[in-house]
C-alpha cells in the first residue's frame, strides 16, 4: 500500500528503555522532504500536568544551516 510520507512522521513507544534517561518514544518523521529521528519524553511540568518533551535529528547525522531570515516579529 502506498501513502504520502511527507511532512509526516510517527512515534513507537521505547520497548528498550533501561535507564530514566532514555527516550520514552522514537521514531521517524519527514519535513519537506527531509528525514530526521524524532524522539519523545513524557515529563510532568511544575504544576503537575504531564507533557511530551520532543527531540530531532536529521537522520543523516548532518545538521541544517541556520536560517538567514532576519525581519523582525511583527508588532500587533
Known amino acids: 500500500m502506498e501513502y504520502e510520507t ?3 512522521g510517527a512515534l513507537f513507544k521505547n520497548a528498550d528503555k533501561t535507564k530514566p534517561t532514555d527516550r ?3 521514531g521517524t518523521i519527514d519535513v519537506d522532504g527531509t528525514a530526521y529521528w524524532i524522539s519523545g519524553w513524557i515529563k510532568t511540568s511544575k504544576k503537575g500536568t504531564s507533557f511530551l ?15 538567514s531570515f532576519n525581519d523582525p516579529l511583527p508588532m500587533w
Do not use: Q
Request: glycine content about 10%; hydrophobic content about 20%; proline content about 0%.
Open 53 to 67: 518533551s520532543l527531540s530531532i535529528k536529521v537522520k543523516d547525522g548532518e545538521t541544517k544551516a541556520k536560517s
Open 6 to 8: 511527507k511532512n509526516r
Open 24 to 26: 520514552d518514544y522514537g
